[in-house]
């Protein structure tokens, strides 16, 4: 009853729940707001997204005659649940780690392709021929981030595993651990290729310029999301924000984790995650324009593919003698 109990606080209310929609949308906010004053506006409240989804949740809400209706209203649903589950096993160091048996990187890599699995299902049900571009674009970036992310967690968890004597770790909370002992990966060399790959990876998952290609307003209006309205839509930018917590998160716990305790290790968490939004979304949207499609695609299996391939196989060299 006890484990039972954590669990369901961990998903309802922290770190999972209401912290993390909060945190999420406090994320997106800040985003917004400091992209309109490097563009020269006064920008939006920080808390325009709070105000957005209140706003959603009071709207109708409608299908296209053409829409498939389960699949329809049941993609951002699925979206949501999988990203409030996602949550769970992603740890902060020094504040929670998540149980031994959910706390697995493989996992977390499935549940981090459903987002972009129920925006495929969302634009193909929708019947808009704006929805099916958006669906293909989708799979398409799928197809090219996805190879790097799992190239990435194999590397940590030879790093890891093998420099410990042991088999290859996909624990979060072991890494963090490792890490706590040796030093934060972040300042591993034999990792900054894995690190320049994440960098990479993460606008991608998130949709964020010059990756949000499925999504782009200026050419398919939103693409998956042009037919959505009131709830539904809220849900999307629940997933939304949710998935920010979950990908940055993941980034934090694999490369740089704080070898702090209590509030100090929420603070600084809470720190290193606005900094990578502000760094490494806010500054390098402002900075760039929208790939098309083909250039994404090829950069992805040009770059981050390859910088994850040569982290993999350093990793596994060294581990097994090859460098100190």
């Known amino acids: ?22 945190f999420g949308l406090a994320l997106k ?28 949740g009071f709207k109708r809400m409608m299908a296209p005659t ?22 769970m096993l992603v740890p902060i160091a020094g504040v929670y780690a998540p149980a031994p048996v959910t706390g697995d990187l493989i996992v977390l890599i499935y549940l981090l392709a459903i987002p972009g699995i129920a925006l ?6 929708s019947g808009s021929p704006y929805g099916a571009l958006g669906f293909s674009r989708e799979m398409a970036m799928r197809i090219a981030y996805e190879g790097p992310i799992v190239l990435i967690a194999i590397a940590v968890a030879l790093r890891v595993g093998l420099a410990e004597g042991s088999a290859p770790t996909f624990s979060l909370a072991g890494i963090v651990r490792y890490q706590h002992a040796h030093g934060m990966l ?33 050419e398919v209006l939103e693409g998956p999301l042009l037919e ?11 997933m939304s924000a949710l998935k920010a917590v979950v990908v940055l998160g993941l980034g934090v716990a694999l490369f740089m984790p704080l ?24 500054a390098v949207r402002v900075a760039t324009g929208r790939m098309r499609i083909d250039q994404a695609f ?15 196989v350093v990793a596994a060299w060294s581990t097994m003698g090859g460098i100190p």
């Open 1 to 22: 009853m006890t484990n039972a109990l954590s669990i369901l606080i961990a998903a309802l209310l922290f770190p999972g729940g209401a912290f993390a929609l909060t």
């Open 29 to 56: 906010g800040a985003d917004r707001r400091l992209a309109a004053r490097l563009q020269g506006r006064v920008g939006p409240p920080l808390a325009q997204p709070f105000f957005d989804l209140v706003k959603l």
């Open 66 to 87: 053409e829409a498939f209706e389960p699949m329809f209203f049941g993609a951002p649903l699925v979206g949501a649940a999988a990203m409030l589950i996602a949550i």
């Open 120 to 125: 495929m299902i969302a634009g193909s049900a």
């Open 186 to 218: 972040l300042f591993d060399p034999l990792m900054w290729p894995a690190v320049v790959a994440f960098a990479f990876f993460y606008p991608a998952n998130l949709g964020i310029v010059p990756f949000d290609i499925p999504e782009a307003e200026t």
């Open 228 to 238: 959505y309205s009131g709830p539904a839509l809220a849900l999307f930018k629940m």
């Open 259 to 282: 070898p702090l305790a209590g509030l100090a290790a929420l603070a600084g968490w809470i720190v290193e995650m606005l900094a990578l939004v502000l760094v490494g979304v806010t």
């Open 298 to 312: 090829v950069f992805f299996l040009k770059w981050p593919l390859m910088l994850a391939l040569l982290s993999l």
